[in-house]
T-cell receptor, first 116, second 115 residues
Framework: AQKVTQAQTEISVVEKEDVTLDCVYE???????LFWYKQPPSGELVFLIRRNSFDEQNEISGRYSWNFQKSTSSFNFTITASQVVDSAVYFC?????????????FGTGTRLLVSP | DTAVSQTPKYLVTQMGNDKSIKCEQNLGHDTMYWYKQDSKKFLKIMFS???????INETVPNRFSPKSPDKAHLNLHINSLELGDSAVYFC??????????????FGSGTQLSVL
């Protein structure tokens, strides 16, 4: 069965600090997709990134970057120069292709608190 | 226009009551989902429908009955509400049944409180 682990329950940083959110996944499938979603205090789920298992290139989008390493089954998320608006719960998630259906399995989330 | 809309946003009710949450998507997607987020923020899939056909049922108590009158709507009816049903319920949609290269579009959630 697939599983996503976000060991960091809560992280507190001061504005402008860099912060990395860890995500470790388990899957028996060779083809899968990994996601990060953000849930701000307002409660909605905001899509951040999707990465397939054949693409190990790291990705950067503004202050956000993602490090995908199949060798360690990790898909970590780094926020550079954090801002108060980054305060949210961040979820890592996984879809296995061979299930045939788009069943998104979420980690337990990491709450990020950025103080001024 | 909101892509995936849920109503109501907040629902407060007594134990034993029956309630419904409605969800509509205007994206033309074929697949819709219900997820439950508990008090610890854990998100878990409950159901998925593809073109009005049930394709995922994650061992949810049969007090929960999803209904999809058409592919743009997926409603969730809950009978005999219990305290443990208190949670935030998210509706979501995606374009294709096996489109794992697509993301899910989520509604803004319905916070259900059972007293």
């Amino acid at each position: 069965a697939q599983k996503v682990t976000q060991a960091q329950t809560e992280i507190s940083v001061v504005e402008k600090e860099d912060v990395t959110l860890d995500c470790v996944y388990e899957t028996r499938d060779t083809t899968y997709y990994l996601f990060w979603y953000k849930q701000p205090p307002s409660g909605e789920l905001v899509f951040l990134i999707r990465r397939n298992s054949f693409d190990e290139q790291n990705e950067i989008s503004g202050r956000y970057s993602w490090n995908f390493q199949k060798s360690t089954s990790s898909f970590n998320f780094t926020i550079t120069a954090s801002q108060v608006v980054d305060s949210a719960v961040y979820f890592c998630a996984l879809i296995e292709v061979n299930t045939g259906f788009q069943k998104l399995v979420f980690g337990t989330g990491t709450r990020l608190l950025v103080s001024p | 226009d909101t892509a995936v809309s849920q109503t109501p946003k907040y629902l407060v009710t007594q134990m034993g009551n029956d309630k419904s949450i409605k969800c509509e998507q205007n994206l033309g997607h074929d697949t819709m989902y219900w997820y439950k987020q508990d008090s610890k923020k854990f998100l878990k899939i409950m159901f998925s429908y593809n073109n009005k056909e049930l394709i995922i049922n994650e061992t949810v108590p049969n007090r929960f009955s999803p209904k999809s009158p058409d592919k743009a709507h997926l409603n969730l009816h809950i009978n005999s509400l219990e305290l443990g049903d208190s949670a935030v319920y998210f509706c979501a949609s995606s374009p294709l049944r096996q489109a794992t290269n697509e993301k899910l579009f989520f509604g803004s959630g319905t916070q259900l409180s059972v007293l």
